[in-house]
Every structure is written in C-alpha cells, then in structure tokens.
C-alpha cells in the first residue's frame, strides 16, 4: 500500500458551476431563479467545455431570470 497524503485523495476537480442551490424554473422567463441559466444549459453543463460555461457565467449578470414588477393579480389572468 502506497502513502498518499489525505489532501490528495479528497481533492476532486468540480466543473465550475453558477448554481446556488435554488432550483426554481421562473414559468415566465423559463429561467432558474437561483442561477439564471436555462433549463437546457442547466441540463447540459456538464458536456459543455469550459469556454462554453465560461461564456454563459459572464453572460448571466444581464439576465433577469425573475420579473421584478407585480403581475397584475387576478385581473391580469383575466385578461389573459
């Protein structure tokens, strides 16, 4: 049996995530409310290369995954 220091068993390569452990599909956006990715980028993060994800991480602070407004209540499902 080899020596091999305990920090060196533990240690694991973790793809690099935007994922806060809020997973919640906004029904109007179609955005996690959490992380701002879509469902499909969620689904494929971890086939995508590590520019892709990059690409998508920078790219998150401009997306509004949650409206920040009322919308509108029961009037407004009437109408729609």
Not at 14 to 32: A, M, N, Y
Not at 57 to 65: G, K, T, V
Request: with cysteine.
């Amino acid at each position: 049996m080899t020596d091999v220091p305990s920090s060196v068993v533990w240690k694991r390569n973790e793809i690099e995530s935007p994922c806060v452990q809020i997973c919640v599909i906004h029904p109007e956006t179609r955005l996690c409310t959490g992380c701002a990715r879509s469902i499909d980028e969620i689904g494929g993060w971890s086939r995508m290369s590590a520019e892709e994800r990059r690409a998508i991480m920078s790219d998150l602070p401009n997306r509004d995954a949650a409206p920040k407004g009322r919308r509108g209540g029961r009037a407004a499902r009437l109408k729609r």
